[in-house]
């Protein structure tokens, strides 16, 4: 017995001296520290999109760049500034490290994701920055040397929709993503099959050969109409049927994918990959479309290598800045299961230029459909700073 | 049929390169549209852009450190043109000549080729190889990809952890060791050493060998032998129990229930790999958490386990799953639906150093193995010789992370000189009392 007390004084004494011994969380200074998060919202001056230029400096004199989008912008920002301090003297190339601080910063996921996408995008850029390489190499290196891209039409009804394809068409683009018009009345009968039928197949030979379509349904459908509609369309071959229900009913898309060949796209909503795994495991969803400005780089990654399992591609989802656009494009050419990306088309010339200023490159030139990836360190970035100032987002 | 014509990946951004036809239609009425019988034509090598790193040389080491050996070790070297070389680890137990054979058939995966492409060229390996999947293939592709990261973390100058998005905890990976020990005192001491070393974990088995049916005894011997460990080494000691897919369903499930009060770690490969739903038939009846992987290659064979729920963690190793490119991603796979990785690493030091970049950039990473005991023996002071500092030795219970680019370490083929290959018998072949086979 007493050797018993003897063994377990010692062993008690041994495991605080080690615990002493054991050097406390996040006491060791990093080699690259956070030294300031910025934040900018912009506005596009015709189409009036907005988004929001978050900063990342260090103390290697390297800054990194990302961005994300809010219907609350100035909300966004406040807090951003809340979360900063958790990150200010931080690890600047951890993204998982960074990840988990703003984990912990509290609110909903869905309320820090926005924050977590932009902040990881920036600290990818000052990874490609001091790896002198661009995202793309820096993550693993080009899995393709172009990526094919769509852009999302503007437009109610098939003049407004013509010209913006023609647009499109002549900005370089091959695929095309159509916003479904739903009818005005009740009901939505017959018609709304037929007609949307119709009017796709009139953009088709607008088009022209080699081209393709995403029609975009907005979550407006109910499961039957959607699963209808999946149906009408099964030998148009859409590329897929986008967001076709609201996220909130794992019947709705069982539905859907069990009536219809016709591959179905979600993601716009989800901001945790466990919802990707839910859809996949419910056999009901052939494209992943995880939004850039929610998701960032990495964990458009992580749901892409989800999703690889499944034979099943991505496509992220995209209505920001070009920043967006760069980040979007670094995971395209890192993936080996990347299928095409979407691009906001800009209102006019005007935004295009906007665009085009604030990155300070033009990474939306598709040729034949496909865009080119970006070249330079890190995303490939040149933030423009009076840019900031001449498009900020006025009250 | 539609085929795709490859035009060479290693052109960055900007170069519009040969636009070949984006979907190169078969002459009509041509057989290899049908069946792809028809022999490939060897595509050409891919055109570098300028400025691109090349790899001049892939050489594979088969390393014996011990006379008659399941095990030597199987090492992939990679050279390029700008001196950058990079080390992988591809040993498979049992079959070195087989996982040798195959890097060699590999060769024109890589040599001539970029090195930074590595998810590319695991791409090609993998699909490419037609016939999927299987350890041979993956540790094969497992060691190449290795080296590939090592290449890389240095040409970028940065320890591959840094280019996957670590380090999450700078006091390095948590780890645990073999318990090794027969008795209660045994395991004392081995709680008392841990507790000044300040290691939290340990792994250890079941005894002997199990029927699909087992009888009283056997049963009575394996839960005793689980209460043992727990009583020598402590409440405070994480305890992992490797059952080595040994046993059933139907037995294993008799025992997990039975030992729940022991709170263990996890028990780990309750039965055989092949059987999904059959592993769900012990992890559905008890609260233990169970583990496995360790004999999966590829993220694509995880996908079952995950999507069903079956397992609390995976265990795959680097060396079989694919390197670091499928052992990241099957950490990936797993964090969505609260599955954590534990990964098994029991041959060489390159892969067991190699998991560790993988294991401090994943957030549900929880603790990483060694088959060393707490004491150093002839095997870590070999693997201390050849790299220049205690490979996989913990300190206060953590594996520390280089510093250093790459994977972190250097090693030298003159090192390796003194331990040629000496071929590879086959792993243990076991037998029940009637003569049947066993496993153990």
């Given amino acids: ?395 | 049929m539609n085929r795709r014509q490859f035009v060479g990946a290693g052109v960055l951004g900007g170069l519009a390169g040969a636009m070949a036809p984006r979907r190169a239609r078969a002459a009509a009425g041509s057989v290899s549209a049908e069946c792809g019988c028809a022999p490939m034509m060897v595509p050409p090598p891919l055109p570098l852009a300028p400025g691109r790193l090349k790899v001049t040389d892939m050489k594979v080491f088969g390393v014996t450190i011990e006379k008659n050996s399941d095990r030597p070790y199987v090492f992939v070297k990679i050279e390029t043109d700008a001196g950058v070389i990079g080390w992988g680890e591809a040993t498979l137990e049992g079959k070195a000549g087989a996982v040798m054979q195959t890097v060699q058939d590999l060769r024109d995966f890589i040599v001539g080729n970029d090195p930074m492409l590595v998810e590319h060229h695991w791409q090609s390996m993998y699909i490419h190889a037609f016939y999927r999947a299987g350890p041979i293939l993956g540790s094969a592709i497992a060691g190449i990809d290795q080296a590939l990261w090592d290449i890389r973390g240095k040409v970028l100058n940065q320890p591959v952890y840094r280019l996957l998005g670590g380090p999450i905890d700078p006091r390095g990976v948590r780890g645990y060791y073999h318990a090794r020990a027969r008795t209660l005192e045994e395991l004392r001491q081995v709680r008392a050493t841990a507790k000044e070393l300040g290691i939290t974990a340990f792994k250890s088995g079941i005894p002997g060998y199990y029927e699909w049916i087992e009888t009283n005894d056997s049963i009575r011997a394996a839960v005793k032998q689980l209460e043992m460990l727990r009583e020598g080494l402590g409440d405070d000691i994480d305890i992992g129990v490797d059952f080595h897919a040994k046993t059933s369903p139907s037995v294993a499930a008799i025992i997990c229930k039975e030992v729940e009060p022991l709170n263990l770690m996890f028990i780990e490969e309750p039965c055989p790999p092949e059987n999904a739903k059959a592993m769900a038939r012990i992890s559905s009846r008890t609260t233990v958490p169970i583990a496995t992987g360790e004999r999966l290659v590829a993220a694509y064979s995880c996908r079952e386990l995950i999507e069903q729920g079956i397992v609390d963690i995976l265990q795959c190793d680097i060396n079989h799953v694919g390197g670091i490119t499928a052992l990241w991603k099957v950490g990936a796979m797993a964090e969505p639906s609260g599955v954590m990785i534990a990964p098994h690493a029991c041959e060489g030091p390159i892969g067991s150093l190699a998991t560790l970049h993988v294991d401090a950039s994943t957030p549900n990473f929880i603790v990483q193995e060694i088959c060393s005991g707490v004491v150093p023996a002839m095997k870590e002071k070999l693997w201390e010789e050849w790299l220049g500092f205690p490979a996989m030795r913990m300190v206060n219970g953590y594996f520390p992370l280089s510093d250093k680019p790459g994977l972190g370490f250097e090693l030298s083929e003159e090192s390796l000189k003194k331990y040629p290959f000496e071929g590879t018998i086959p792993m243990a072949r076991v037998f029940h009392e009637d003569g049947s086979v066993a496993a153990w």
């Fill in chain 1, 1 to 395: 017995m007493a050797q018993h007390s003897r063994s377990r004084l010692t062993s008690k004494r041994s495991r605080l001296a080690a615990l002493a011994a054991r050097p406390a969380p996040n006491t060791q200074k990093p080699q690259v520290a956070i030294t300031d998060v910025t934040t900018a919202p912009v506005q596009e001056p015709a189409g009036g999109r907005t988004y929001v230029i978050v900063q990342v400096k260090t103390d290697a004199g390297v800054t990194g760049v990302g961005e994300t989008t809010s219907s609350q912008p100035r909300l966004l920002v406040q807090r951003v500034d809340a979360i900063k301090p958790r990150l200010m003297g931080q690890d600047a190339v951890s993204i998982e490290a960074a990840r988990r601080l703003i984990a912990q910063s509290g609110g909903s996921i869905a309320e820090q994701a926005p924050i977590q996408a932009a902040i990881n995008m920036a600290l990818l850029d000052i990874l490609g920055k001091l790896s002198k390489a661009p995202v793309y190499e820096a993550l693993r290196g080009a899995t393709r040397q172009k990526a094919r891209a769509f852009a999302h039409l503007h437009g109610s009804e098939e003049s407004s929709l013509r010209a913006s394809l023609q647009r499109a068409k002549a900005a370089g683009y091959r695929a095309f993503q159509v916003p479904l018009k739903m009818p005005d009345g009740p009901t939505r009968g017959r018609s709304f099959y037929t007609e949307t039928y119709a009017l796709l197949e009139k953009l088709r030979t607008a088009a022209g050969d080699g081209t393709d379509f995403v029609l975009d349904c907005g979550a407006q459908l109910s499961a039957a109409e959607a699963a209808g509609l999946a149906i009408a369309f099964e030998r148009f071959h859409l590329l897929w049927l986008e967001e076709p229900t609201a996220e909130i009913n794992g019947g709705a898309f069982r539905k859907i994918s069990a009536e219809s060949v016709t591959p179905v796209g979600y993601g716009r909503n989800i901001a945790d990959n466990a919802g990707f795994q839910d859809l996949l495991r419910m056999d009901s969803i052939d494209i992943l479309r995880p939004d850039v400005a929610r998701s960032g780089v990495s964990e458009v990654r992580k749901a892409a290598s989800l999703a690889e399992t499944y034979y099943v591609a991505i496509a992220p989802f995209h209505r920001g800045g070009p920043i967006g656009t760069a980040a979007a494009l670094h995971a395209a050419a890192s993936l080996p299961n990347f299928f095409i990306q979407e691009i906001p088309l800009p209102a006019d010339d005007r935004d295009v230029a906007m665009r085009r200023e604030l990155a300070g490159v033009d990474l939306e030139k598709p040729q034949d459909g496909f865009l080119p990836l970006p070249a330079g360190h890190g995303l490939g970035i040149t933030l423009n700073e009076d840019a900031l100032r001449k498009y900020a987002l006025r009250s």
